[in-house]
């Protein structure tokens, strides 16, 4: 398989030199992960977010979509510190309901998804969850058919300081954008003590036998009309957890850098 084969030849050397480089000018961010997936498996980045791909590989035909989320250790006075390598307990709840904290069922937003002829607030639960699904092929089939390719690789990565502060943690993991069968289709609703949309729906979720795998925002609140997918560790194709050296980051000189705009 042609996504077997970019797992396979991953070039992780090249992945951890350039996310050193990244920190070591404070340029984190996710374009600069897409370009980092797309150095380490010898493919294109794609510039911009109007497409599923942010990168892809002309030979293997593969495009890849790459989700990225920072997560900060824990530091505690009375107790051990914690990051998610070394105390990943700490970052699992199970998995059977949405939680923003869970990284073994880690949930990432991509684009907006409009219902056309449905309410936000009272159309099925259903009716809104299969415009999603239809929407979300659809978004993968124009990238296929814009850049000549036929597979799909999810990239999620992971990534944030250790406890001691000394290392960069690094967790990239490779999934099927295909979705599993969905069983139930359900909605949340808004129910904080300070929200001023109480009552409302939040969002709608489609659940496969082990919990949430799909989800649209509605259209109150933040990231509102966005697709949710989730990640299953257990789901993953492969997994590489690795980290590097916390550098010391440039500093600005404004003397050196005005030499070279003179």
Same mark, same amino acid.
């Given at each position: 398989? !042609?996504?077997?084969?970019?797992?396979?030849?991953?070039?992780?050397?090249?992945?951890?030199?350039?996310?050193?480089?990244?920190?070591?000018?404070?340029?984190?961010?996710?374009?600069?992960?897409?370009? *980092?997936? *797309?150095?380490?498996?010898?493919?294109?980045?794609?510039?911009?977010?109007?497409?599923?791909?942010?990168?892809?590989?002309?030979?293997?035909?593969?495009?890849?979509?790459?989700?990225?989320?920072?997560?900060?250790?824990?530091?505690?006075?009375?107790?051990?510190?914690?990051?998610?390598?070394?105390?990943?307990?700490?970052?699992?709840?199970?998995?059977?309901?949405?939680?923003?904290?869970?990284?073994?069922?880690?949930?990432?937003?991509?684009?907006?998804? !409009?219902?056309?002829?449905?309410?936000?607030?009272?159309?099925?639960?259903?009716?809104?969850?299969?415009?999603?699904?239809?929407?979300?092929?659809?978004?993968?089939? *124009?990238?296929?058919?814009?850049f000549d390719c036929n597979?799909?690789?999810?990239?999620?990565?992971?990534?944030?300081?250790s406890k001691d502060k000394?290392?960069?943690?690094?967790?990239?993991?490779?999934?099927?954008?295909?979705?599993?069968?969905?069983? !139930?289709?359900?909605?949340?609703?808004?129910?904080?003590?300070?929200?001023?949309?109480?009552?409302?729906? *939040?969002?709608?979720?489609?659940?496969?036998?082990?919990?949430?795998?799909?989800?649209?925002?509605?259209?109150?609140?933040?990231?509102?009309?966005?697709?949710?997918?989730?990640?299953?560790?257990?789901?993953?194709?492969?997994?590489?957890?690795?980290?590097?050296?916390?550098?010391?980051?440039?500093?600005?000189?404004?003397?050196?850098?005005?030499?070279?705009? !003179?």
């Open positions: 398989m !042609s996504s077997q084969n970019i797992i396979n030849n991953f070039d992780l050397e090249l992945f951890r030199a350039k996310t050193h480089f990244d920190l070591r000018h404070n340029s984190i961010s996710s374009d600069n992960w897409e370009k *980092a997936i *797309a150095d380490a498996t010898s493919g294109n980045w794609v510039r911009g977010s109007a497409d599923l791909a942010d990168a892809f590989h002309k030979i293997e035909k593969v495009i890849f979509s790459v989700k990225s989320r920072k997560v900060d250790p824990s530091i505690k006075k009375r107790i051990d510190s914690r990051d998610f390598i070394s105390n990943p307990e700490y970052y699992h709840f199970g998995g059977k309901k949405f939680s923003e904290g869970d990284l073994d069922n880690i949930h990432t937003v991509s684009g907006r998804c !409009s219902i056309p002829g449905l309410d936000e607030q009272t159309s099925l639960a259903e009716d809104i969850g299969n415009i999603a699904i239809k929407r979300y092929h659809d978004f993968e089939k *124009a990238s296929h058919k814009k597979e799909t690789l999810d990239v999620v990565i992971l990534h944030g300081e000394k290392h960069y943690l690094l967790r990239i993991m490779f999934f099927n954008h295909t979705l599993n069968n969905i069983m !139930s289709w359900q909605e949340m609703k808004f129910d904080g003590p300070r929200t001023k949309y109480k009552g409302h729906r *939040a969002a709608i979720m489609g659940y496969d036998i082990n919990g949430p795998h799909i989800g649209r925002i509605a259209n109150l609140g933040r990231q509102q009309t966005c697709m949710l997918r989730f990640y299953r560790k257990t789901e993953a194709l492969h997994i590489i957890d690795t980290s590097i050296p916390m550098p010391k980051q440039e500093k600005f000189n404004f003397t050196e850098e005005y030499k070279l705009i !003179s």
